[in-house]
């Protein structure tokens, strides 16, 4: 069973900076890639961005390009993102999001599965 389970989530200032990190347990192959949703309130959920194995960016929406920085541990199985000069449309719950084949999900051959996080709340305050 493949989890992923973020963290840094939570209440931050409007032009301050959120730091969010997302690590993988279980058995699986390594990720294809890995990155990071977001979904406002009322809105549909988004990419915000994600790197392939070899560290290829996949940029998502508009609004926060130019403020982030994501950088993925394929050792460790992790992701992190740091948005910075948060504005309060920043606010929403962000997903850690991974592609690829856990081990018993290759068992069944269901191959390049998603995977996703329970989400942690990002509020920013004006």
């Known amino acids: 069973q493949v989890q992923l389970v973020e963290s840094g989530g939570g209440l931050v200032q409007a032009g301050g900076s959120l730091n969010l990190s997302c690590v993988a347990s279980?058995?699986?192959?390594?990720?294809?890639?890995m990155g990071w949703y977001r979904q406002a309130p009322g809105k549909q959920r988004e990419l915000v961005a994600s790197l392939d194995f070899d560290g290829r960016r996949t940029d998502g929406a508009d609004s926060v390009r130019g403020r982030l920085t994501i950088s993925r541990d394929n050792a460790k199985n992790t992701v992190q993102l740091q948005l910075d000069s948060l504005k309060p449309e920043d606010t929403a719950v962000y997903y850690c999001y991974a592609k690829g084949t856990g081990d018993a999900d290759y068992v069944v051959g269901r191959f390049g599965n998603d995977y996703w996080g329970r989400g942690t709340q990002v509020t920013v305050s004006s």
């Open positions: 279980g058995s699986f192959f390594a990720f294809n890639v």
